[in-house]
Nanobody
Framework: VQLQACGGGLVQPGGSLSLSCAASGRTISSYAMAWFRQVPGKEREFVASINRTGVRKNYADSVKGRFIIAKDNAKNTLYLQMSSLKPEDTAVYYC??????????????????WGQGTLVTVSS
């Protein structure tokens, strides 16, 4: 699976931003997918995940109520709608797919394929 993430950029605190992750090579309708984020010097952090049908979702406590993960299986694309952004949301955001496990898995080591990352900067 090849994943291409895009949509990052600079946004002010309290603002919104949408990320997308286009998949190719395999259809994402068969797999769980997730968003992670990473800042320099820290481990990659789980943000949100979604099951293969797109019905069941899982969020990190730090983003619950502010971020929404979704997938469009027909377009083979994963999304992350981010709102009420905070400076601490600043990170490189990665999309990933788990072809052997389940959406409730939160460790980066559980995901086999990764996008290249897109930088989100929340600053005034």
């Amino acid at each position: 699976v090849q994943l291409q993430a895009c949509g990052g950029g600079l946004v002010q605190p309290g603002g919104s931003l949408s990320l997308s992750c286009a998949a190719s090579g395999r259809t994402i309708s068969s797999y769980a997918m997730a968003w992670f984020r990473q800042v320099p010097g820290k481990e990659r952090e789980f943000v949100a995940s979604i099951n293969r049908t797109g019905v069941r979702k899982n969020y990190a406590d730090s983003v619950k109520g502010r971020f929404i993960i979704a997938k469009d299986n027909a377009k083979n694309t994963l999304y992350l709608q981010m709102s009420s952004l905070k400076p601490e949301d600043t990170a490189v955001y990665y999309c990933a797919t788990n072809i052997v496990g389940n959406f409730y898995q939160r460790s980066a080591t559980d995901y086999q394929y990764w996008g290249q990352g897109t930088l989100v900067t929340v600053s005034s």
